[in-house]
Nanobody
Framework: QVQLVESGGGLVQAGGSLRVSCAASGSIFKINDMAWYRQAPGKQRELVAIITSGGSTNYADSVKGRFTISRDNAKKTAYLQMNSLKPEDTAVYYC???????????????WGQGTQVTVSS
């Protein structure tokens, strides 16, 4: 059993900051890429940021310079620091990770259930 659990979502005012976390648990051999996606009502899910096991990062243009993705391998946790938040950042934020489980030793794609981030004007 592998599980991703997001936390840290909530309501913030425009211009504020928030950090969401994604903790992985279970029979994990190795966590490869970790990413944050978001989905606003009536819109498609979009990639926000991704971080590889080697620490390389990429961001959506809409969040570049404002958001920072990071990971703590000892804690098996990824983070998304969100600064200068805008109302258009309002969405459910989902954690995604490519994880090699212990048995069978294969990489699988896992998703968290999401955490709501609401930015008020």
């Amino acid at each position: 059993q592998v599980q991703l659990v997001e936390s840290g979502g909530g309501l913030v005012q425009a211009g504020g900051s928030l950090r969401v976390s994604c903790a992985a648990s279970g029979s994990i051999f190795k966590i490869n890429d970790m990413a944050w996606y978001r989905q606003a009502p009536g819109k498609q899910r979009e990639l926000v940021a991704i971080i590889t096991s080697g620490g390389s990062t990429n961001y959506a243009d809409s969040v570049k310079g404002r958001f920072t993705i990071s990971r703590d391998n000892a804690k098996k946790t990824a983070y998304l620091q969100m600064n200068s938040l805008k109302p258009e950042d309002t969405a459910v934020y989902y954690c995604n990770a490519k994880i090699q489980i212990v048995f069978p030793l294969r990489e699988r794609d896992y998703w968290g259930q999401g955490t709501q981030v609401t930015v008020s004007s």
